[in-house]
């Protein structure tokens, strides 16, 4: 009898070698599928990491530019502050020559404008003569005049229309028109 003859023969080792290797083919493509997955996980995490990098780039530029800029805001913040440091200073030189102006502008008290007043001249500045006239003095303005003499500002330009009101002169005459008008 033959010992190897198929009806006897209870070796189970060829079907064991084929299942085992139809199990790891399945278990092959499985791992393949899963790399392949693993595969596209890594390249979106490549083009994430790509997008991160870039981003950081970015952000260390605008850094850098912040820093410029900033060191650009010192300088100009400093050099503003130099500059109203002198236009502080031409302002007190300014006041101090508006106040030395306005000291030798005052009117000398009236005593002593009689006093000085060479007799014939005519009328000292700030009367009224007897012809109707107003001789003008420092500090009048159309509007001063016509107050203080009780007419109105209308009629005091209408009697004088060649006068300027913005170039009055001390010792200027002026018309006074009368308070009936």
Same mark, same amino acid.
């Given at each position: 009898m033959d010992t190897i003859s198929r009806e006897n023969n209870s070796n189970? !080792?060829?079907i064991a070698g084929v299942l085992v290797g139809v199990i790891a083919l399945i278990?092959?493509?499985i791992a393949l599928v899963k790399a392949s997955s693993a595969s596209k996980a890594i390249a979106a995490d490549s083009?994430? +990491?790509a997008k991160i990098d870039t981003i950081e780039s970015t952000a260390n530029s605008a850094? $850098? %530019?912040a820093q410029t800029a900033n060191g650009s805001i010192s300088k100009l913040n400093d050099s503003l502050r130099g500059d109203f440091? $002198? +236009?502080t200073t031409k302002f007190g030189s300014i006041d101090a %020559? +508006?106040?030395k !102006? $306005?000291?030798s502008a005052k009117p000398a008290p009236k005593a002593a404008k009689s006093k000085s007043a060479p007799a014939g001249e005519g009328p000292a500045p700030g009367t009224v003569s007897s012809d109707g006239t107003y001789t003008v003095k420092s500090g009048d303005s159309l509007a001063k005049i016509?107050?203080?003499n009780g007419v109105s500002l209308a009629d005091l330009k209408a009697a004088n229309p060649e006068v300027d009101p913005k170039r009055l002169k001390v010792g200027q005459k002026i018309n006074l028109p009368t308070k009936s008008q």
């Open positions: 189970y !080792l060829p278990v092959g493509s083009d994430e +990491i850094a $850098q %530019t440091d $002198q +236009i %020559t +508006i106040a !102006l $306005q000291e016509a107050r203080a």
